[in-house]
């Protein structure tokens, strides 16, 4: 409902900013064609950025071990007002990679994203945590700038993520929503790249089939062999010969090194190994 309010308030300013009643820029509405994200790991100072990033974006449903969501695998979100000025201050809880928590199946909707698995209504064996919005690390700076890190916002002080237990989900998805005061954002490869050329994600251990995505309790953010089977076809040749999914150190070939990773992770779900 909180989420509702903010896209009905967020659309009511755009309208009035485009009947020319309040300038954009002052409103602090963010402009589609100039605001977006970008997948990035390392530093702040120097990141990776593009398909180097986007092989650092890979999790299991416990996020546990250093081989996960490695390097402070992030988004990096930058926010403009129409006339390109960057928008400073938006607060972390509005800028958000949208989650409805489960499938229609299940009873979820809304404008995040249907086939993540992220809930303890259908997994509370596994003490899933309920998430619909994964927020930024905290509010924008002077340049528009923030950085939503997949593991964790909080810092140990030298710049690494710490793990958030409260960040937990099952399931992947090519493209979930990034939002900014309720307006979905358009993802580029790179800062420079173009718009379009890159959708929200993150590879995941837990991939059959969608995830626990039915109303059957306790199929869902876990990783078992219905989850490695489909890794070990690839590796043998298909079919499909090539899965995008399966290419978790996004190399463009499943191999023998992504099936050691899932095989690693067998048995893992929200509470194992790790709480």
């Known amino acids: 409902?909180?989420?509702?309010?903010?896209?009905?308030?967020?659309l009511a300013v755009f309208l009035l900013a485009l009947s020319g009643s309040i300038p954009a820029a002052y409103a602090g509405v963010p402009d589609i064609t100039q605001?977006?994200?970008?997948?990035?790991?390392?530093?702040?100072?120097?990141?990776?950025?593009?398909?180097?990033?986007?092989?650092?974006?890979?999790r299991c449903p416990n996020d546990d071990g250093s081989g996960v969501l490695r390097f402070n695998s992030r988004l990096k979100v930058v926010v403009k007002a129409s006339d390109g000025s960057p928008i400073a201050g938006i607060p972390a809880s509005?800028?958000?990679?949208?989650?409805n928590g489960g499938t229609p199946a299940q009873g979820f909707s809304g404008v995040g994203d249907d086939t993540i698995i992220a809930n303890a209504q259908f997994n509370p064996a596994a003490l899933c945590p309920d998430v619909r919005c994964v927020p930024a690390d905290g509010p924008t700076d002077a340049t528009g700038t923030a950085y939503i890190t997949w593991l964790g916002a909080t810092k140990d002080g030298s710049g690494n993520a710490i793990r958030d237990a409260s960040r937990k989900w099952g399931g992947y998805a090519g493209d979930i929503p990034v939002m900014v005061l309720g307006f979905k954002l358009t993802g580029r490869l790179t800062t420079g790249g173009a718009p379009g050329s890159y959708t929200a994600h993150v590879k995941n251990y837990d991939t059959f089939p969608r995830n626990g995505g039915g109303t059957l309790l306790n199929q869902g953010?876990?990783?078992?062999?219905?989850?490695?089977?489909?890794?070990?076809?690839?590796?043998?040749?298909?079919p499909p010969a090539y899965a995008y999914l399966s290419d978790f150190d996004n190399n463009g070939v499943v191999n023998s090194l992504d099936l050691a990773q899932v095989i690693?992770?067998?048995?893992?779900?929200?509470?194992?190994?790790?709480?």
């Open 1 to 10: 409902m909180q989420q509702r309010w903010k896209l009905l308030l967020a």
């Open 35 to 58: 605001s977006f994200y970008v997948p990035q790991s390392g530093s702040i100072t120097t990141p990776t950025e593009g398909a180097l990033a986007i092989a650092n974006a890979r």
């Open 94 to 99: 509005d800028i958000c990679v949208l989650f």
């Open 221 to 238: 953010e876990t990783v078992s062999s219905l989850d490695i089977a489909p890794v070990k076809a690839a590796v043998s040749g298909g």
């Open 264 to 275: 690693a992770h067998n048995g893992h779900r929200c509470n194992v190994p790790t709480p």
